[in-house]
């Protein structure tokens, strides 16, 4: 076996200092350390293998960063484009040049082809390096990179023609005997053919963008209407997204798992599979957990499945990293659903099992050179769970965009066997023109207990403030029984919270720490605001700093809170059970480690005031509680209290995004469930509907304006 493969691929551990000026990022960002057991290693790059002097990476963020660092320690010069909202992004201080190519949205910087080729000329880069999304399965972008002779980090045209074009594919497969779903393998013309093909087929059907992929263009429909809905929507998403508005009709396979293959093929005849990735849980048909290896397959159907993938792969004279994705039934039986000709966004949890480093490898290919592994020599080492961090909000359908400005950011790298795929920094926006990606989260271990654990403590562990986030989501995915069992499908998230993502549930142990944890933080400050100059404040009135009677609302209820004070730990008393709270009380940290008779939680304090207003994430949640004293209790409940608002009259908007449609105007009817507009955010379309029938009174918003979330767009009489 190859010495590199000896060790298991953690990924690029970076230095916990936050500060990115430009000529430290060379260093910082491009250390990638090995784990084997305990002890970590660092990779070898031969530097007599000559690859590129100069390579340009046609993308943005997280996948941009993680492109330059392979090129670093390859040594390879690296160019980054950027829009003009981007031009003080990580990716571009991180390369050694930048360009601008064009303004914020993506049709006019980076699908700009014209733009980019000129980039390419400007700074003479000999390769380009797509990522994925955005141009990375364009064939003409392909095409014209090989008209000027520069190298594309990626497959020839005629596979990214055949793969990337769901219908063309499909046939393909066929022919390689590959499984696949019964479908329509041809173009679907209109809403009309739609429906009538999928009556042929039988509902459920998937509408899909023939040249989509990362679950935009897509839509599951069960009648006829939501056949003709799916049509115009996923047809629009398409043309958005891929420029491309082709869509295909497929038999829709209810409760699957969603299990990938990664191949990697070089241009002598060469192919492996480099084992699965289990990427079953999903919001929207977009992937949020990942983990390698699969805990359904056993080594015959993962042979089968890797197998069938280099026989496609072959089929087409595939050379590069690819990945080919299956759905595969309760009984084991798999069906290709399509290939992606690029490199994929959860490429570091098989990094993490083999060994390997997949850009790297892409590199190496597309400069001609031969595999230097056999598919014997492709191990799988331990486990490997990431999770996408997204700035979402996830009670919100599992997760509507957020947008706002990163006030602070740590990642969890002090917590071991972590890596974090990023392309953010603390100040950093997060814009309605992009993927709302924070980060790849991803965690190695052992075996799959220990890497769920590490998760576990590095989303505890992760800070991130002035934007949603979606870790309460992620951190109740991984405890869940189903999920550390196994037992998971596409449909893991409606079957377990049917009425939507509510967050944690406390048990009574654990409302009784959160109690005890946010009244200890109260007293804290407390005491710490009668120091002055570390004395004591002269108070007029005899104040008991040792003992507190407290009053505290979390939730519906509201609990009566006793709590002493001895140095750093605190003795409370909730519902007649006494608890020990030891912590350093260091109020200006955003993380607190905190004891709890011997348990310890991590907890952050995000937010509290003088009126007692706390909000504390524990066990992933955010919670909101209101500390008073007894009498400070005893007054509240002569104040006013603020009315709610009916908002059965009005609709706002439930994400920041931009207005694709109206469909209604002052004065018609409307009944309840119908359309009154469209909102589109990070290339997702969104239909808003009334919540009740009635007469339309007012609309505040039209077709092209951008809208933040709450916005008011109409009201109802």
């Known amino acids: 076996m190859a010495a590199s ?27 990638w350390c090995l784990i084997t057991s305990r002890t970590l290693y660092t990779a070898e790059y031969d530097p007599n293998e000559k690859t590129f002097e100069k390579l340009l990476i046609a993308n943005r963020g997280e996948i941009a960063c993680r492109v330059i660092k392979t090129c670093k320690k390859m040594g390879i ?18 390369a050694d040049e930048a360009v601008c190519v064009g303004p914020a949205p993506t049709s006019k910087s980076y699908l700009n082809m014209d733009a980019i080729m000129e980039a390419i000329k400007k700074t003479r880069a000999q390769a380009v390096h797509p990522g994925y999304g955005f141009l990375s399965e364009n064939k003409e972008f392909a095409r014209r990179l090989a008209s000027e002779g520069v190298t594309f980090i990626g497959p020839d045209t ?22 696949t779903i019964p479908g329509f393998d041809g173009v679907v013309k209109d809403a009309d053919e739609a429906v009538r093909i999928a009556r042929e087929i039988g509902y459920p ?20 209407e939501e056949t003709r809905e799916g049509f115009r929507f996923s047809s629009q998403e398409a043309a958005s997204s891929f420029g491309d508005d082709r869509l295909l009709i497929e038999k829709f396979i209810d409760n699957p798992r969603h299990i990938e293959i990664q191949v990697l093929a070089d241009k002598h005849d060469n192919a492996l599979w480099l084992n699965e990735r289990e990427c079953s849980i999903q919001r929207r048909n977009q992937k949020v957990v990942e983990e390698a290896p699969s805990t359904f397959l056993d080594p015959d159907t993962r042979r089968a499945m890797g197998e069938q993938a280099v026989a496609l792969a072959k089929a087409v004279k595939y050379s590069s990293a690819g990945t080919v994705e299956f759905l595969v039934d309760t009984k084991k039986n798999f069906y290709f659903l399509e290939m992606n000709t690029r490199l994929q ?4 949890i098989t990094e993490c099992i083999t060994g390997l480093d997949l850009v790297q490898e892409m590199i190496r290919v597309a400069k001609g050179y031969p595999l230097r592994h056999k598919q014997a020599d492709i191990p799988i080492n331990g486990w490997a769970v990431e999770c996408r961090v997204y700035a979402e909000d996830p009670y919100k359908s599992f997760g509507l965009p957020s947008i706002g400005r990163l006030s602070q950011y740590q990642e969890p790298l002090h917590v071991s066997n972590v890596r974090v795929d990023s392309g953010i920094q603390e100040g950093s926006d997060i814009s309605i023109y992009y993927d ?9 271990g052992s075996d799959r207990a220990e890497a769920l654990q590490r998760m576990e403590e590095a989303l505890d562990n992760y800070v991130i403030r002035g934007v949603t986030h979606n870790i309460a989501l992620l951190r109740e995915v991984i405890i869940h029984p189903r999920f550390v069992q196994g037992d998971i499908s596409t449909k893991f998230l409606p079957d377990v919270y049917p009425d939507g993502f509510k967050g944690h549930k406390l048990t009574d142990l654990e409302k009784r720490e959160l109690l005890a944890i946010a009244t200890s933080l109260y007293v804290a400050e407390q005491l710490r605001s009668q120091q002055f100059l570390g004395s004591p404040r002269i108070s007029l009135a005899k104040l008991d700093l040792n003992n507190w009677e407290l009053s505290v609302q979390l939730g519906d209820g509201t609990y009566s809170v006793t709590v002493s004070n001895n140095g750093s730990t605190f003795s409370v008393e909730v519902d007649g059970m006494k608890l020990n709270v030891t912590n350093e009380w260091n109020l200006a940290s955003p993380l607190s480690s905190v004891t709890i008779d011997g348990t310890h939680r991590t907890i952050q304090c995000l937010s509290r005031d003088a009126a007692g207003n706390i909000s504390i994430q524990f066990l992933g949640t955010v919670y909101k509680l209101r500390i008073l004293t007894k009498l400070a209790a005893e007054l509240s409940k002569y104040m006013p209290e603020k009315a709610v608002e009916d908002t059965t009259s009005i609709l706002r908007s439930p994400m920041p995004g931009a207005v694709v449609a109206v469909s209604v105007k002052p004065g018609d009817l409307v009944s309840e469930g119908q359309e009154i507009c469209v909102i589109e955010a990070m290339k997702m379309q969104n239909s808003l509907i009334a919540a009740k029938s009635g007469k339309v009174k007012a609309v505040h918003c039209k077709a092209g304006e951008t809208v933040g979330e709450g916005d008011l767009l109409v009201e109802l009489e």
């Not at 953690?10 to 990022?25: D, F, I, K, S, T």
């Open 77 to 94: 010069k690296t160019v980054a484009i950027h829009s003009d909202v981007d031009s003080t992004a990580v990716h571009v201080k991180m």
């Open 158 to 179: 005629h596979a990214i023609q055949a793969m990337g074009d769901k219908i063309e594919s499909k046939l393909l497969a066929k022919n390689a005997k590959v499984n």
């Open 5 to 31: 493969l000896r060790q298991v691929a953690v990924g690029a551990w970076r230095q916990p200092e936050r500060h990115l000026l430009a000529l430290q990022c060379a260093t910082r960002y491009s250390r």
């Open 436 to 444: 709302p990606m924070i980060s790849k989260l991803i965690t190695y």
């Open 205 to 224: 059907v998937m509408i899909k963008a023939s040249a989509g992929g990362g679950g935009k263009g897509m839509r599951i429909a069960w009648d006829d």
């Open 345 to 348: 966004v959860e490429h570091p």
